[in-house]
């Protein structure tokens, strides 16, 4: 598993899904300020990436979890990732809402399951947690037997992992804060000094832009 850590990690840094500004912070939706900013959509516009993404995903799942019935994405973000994944592992797919909509049928979850099915979380990112888990409630309401979720990317958050520990929910990712910031140093892409700014922000996140 540490291959796909590693590799994941520089295809990020590569194609500029991540981007590590410690000394020029992002704003993000949340108000925070961090030296680290994570688009994993851009792994789709580049084909190399977007296959060894998918091809990662679907030997953790194949792995981890063999009886896996379906596979069911997050939406937005891991929508294609989950098809990919489905597709190469011959197994259906469905994705989940944020919420349920507001007209038609008013679903939630979009596409066919039955109650009961063993189901495979594909995630593109994870940092609270919050909108992953509140996706495996929405497939737990509906029947669904919830096996794991495999994502891209976690910024190791503590909070993230008392969260998926607290729903009794299993997550595997192919890539982390720790071995990011690792790799950037290795290759180059920021200097040692750089790297106790980003270790400091992991810890306390929501007021380290007040810090500083």
Known sequence: ??????????????????????????????????????????????PEVRSYIRDSFAALTHDLYPQAELIAGVATGAIAHGVLVADLLGLPFIYVRSGAKEHGLGN??????EKGQKVVVIEDLI??????LS???????????VLGMVAIFTYEFQNAADAFAGKKCKLDTLSNYSTLVETAVTTGYIGQAEVETLKKWRVDPSSWGTLN
């Open 1 to 46: 598993m540490g291959n796909f850590e590693k590799k994941t990690a520089e295809y990020l840094l590569q194609i500029k899904a991540i981007k590590l500004q410690p000394s020029n912070p992002f704003t993000w939706a949340s108000g925070w300020k961090s030296p680290i900013y994570c688009d994993n959509r851009k792994t789709l516009s580049f």
């Open 108 to 113: 939630q979850i979009e596409g066919y399951y």
């Open 127 to 132: 940092s609270t947690g919050g909108s992953s």
């Open 135 to 145: 996706a495996v409630n929405a497939l737990r309401e509906a029947g669904c037997d």
